[in-house]
């Protein structure tokens, strides 16, 4: 049974219960996901955030079942909208895919059609989804250029994606996840390719389209500065399982689990001496095709136990809508001022 964390009691928007993935086309099954449980209210932005090999990407993708099927063992509940997305038919599915959740990918340049231009590729979505004409298609997408601040919109309509810029690509990619009006956005790292400027211009644009859309957002990022700004929520993946969850200033101010506090430490920080090193996390993640039997992080964390080795820590409450699966929550709690 999985351990609740107490929070609003509005039904969530999305509802992941027990998501495991499993990729089987190796010499050996590869459980990338094993059990997550995460829960998005409508105008929420939940951020995913751990090393990469964690399992965010791979759980954002599930969400809209872009695993091969062959090859791809995916177990446990997705509901999105009241729709459980792991039972729906092919049909349903390209419905589902662009008019109820739509994803922003890591790269627009590989996301992209490179053979036609970005505006007839969000018309082409438009019409797929909505029985409207080219030319009301066009003209939506022409809105969304405008909302998203391309320059010169009504021109780079007519643009092929090698003709745009890094930020600009990643602008129109943004529209065509929006043509269609999803309700729920997956955006997968969406600003790794840019430059410290424009990562930030996104940031902000995606914070105040998601405000004004009302949109939930599940945010997968291994910045956790991004994650600050961008989230109301954020849950901390290692191994493929959720490790701590909670609000995002929560989080960063009162982190409860090792590996959280470990990234936070690894990071640049304004109090940071100049010239300083950076802290570091011991040790490399573990092979997620031969898990041990404990808790994943025990063999890098500094305050493992022997317990730690041999039991599999459920998630535990910490106060309202914050819980961290670990066993050593006594020795990570805020120590009372003398």
Do not use: N, W
């Not at 219960?17 to 996901?33: E, I, N, W, Y």
């Not at 729906?88 to 419905?95: E, F, H, N, S």
């Not at 191994?239 to 590996?259: C, K, N």
């Not at 730690?308 to 929550?329: F, M, S, V």
Request: glycine share 8%; aromatic share 4%.
């Amino acid at each position: 049974m999985r351990a609740a964390v107490g929070g609003p009691t509005e039904a969530p928007f999305v509802d992941i219960q027990g998501l495991t993935v499993t990729f089987t086309g190796g010499r050996k099954p590869v459980q990338a996901v094993g059990g997550v449980d995460l829960q998005v209210r409508r105008g929420e932005v939940v951020a995913l955030i751990g090393e990469s090999g964690s399992g965010k990407s791979v759980t954002l993708r599930s969400l809209l079942r872009l695993h091969p099927p062959r090859r791809t063992q995916i177990g446990g509940r997705m509901l999105v909208g009241g729709q459980d997305v792991l039972a729906l038919p092919p049909a349903q599915l390209a419905d589902y895919r662009g008019r109820v959740a739509s994803m922003i990918f890591q790269e627009p340049l590989l996301a992209l059609d490179p053979v036609y231009t970005v505006g007839a590729q969000i018309v082409e979505s438009i019409r797929r989804h909505e029985d409207v004409s080219r030319d009301a298609a066009r003209a939506r997408a022409l809105e969304l250029f405008e909302r998203v601040r391309i320059p010169s919109p009504a021109r780079r309509l007519d643009a092929y994606p090698h003709e745009m810029s890094g930020g600009m690509r990643q602008r129109a990619m943004i529209a065509l996840a929006l043509a269609c009006r999803p309700q729920l956005l997956l955006a997968d790292e969406p600003t790794t390719a840019l430059d410290a400027t424009v990562q930030i211009q996104v940031l902000l644009l995606l914070r105040e389209l998601q405000r004004e859309l009302g949109l939930a957002v599940v945010f997968v990022t291994h910045d956790i500065g991004a994650a600050v700004e961008v989230a109301d929520r954020i849950a901390v993946m290692y191994a493929g399982r959720i490790v701590e969850e909670g609000p995002a200033r929560v989080l960063i101010r009162e982190p409860r689990h090792p590996y959280t506090m470990a990234l936070l430490q690894s990071r640049a920080h304004g109090a940071m001496a100049k010239g300083g090193r950076l802290a570091t996390i011991p040790g490399a993640p573990p092979d997620l095709a031969a898990l041990p039997p404990g808790c994943a992080f025990a063999e890098r964390c500094a305050l493992a136990a022997d317990a730690c080795h041999q039991t599999r820590p459920e998630l535990i409450p910490l106060a309202p809508d914050h819980g961290a699966r670990c066993l050593r929550t006594d020795a990570t709690a805020p120590r009372a001022a003398a």
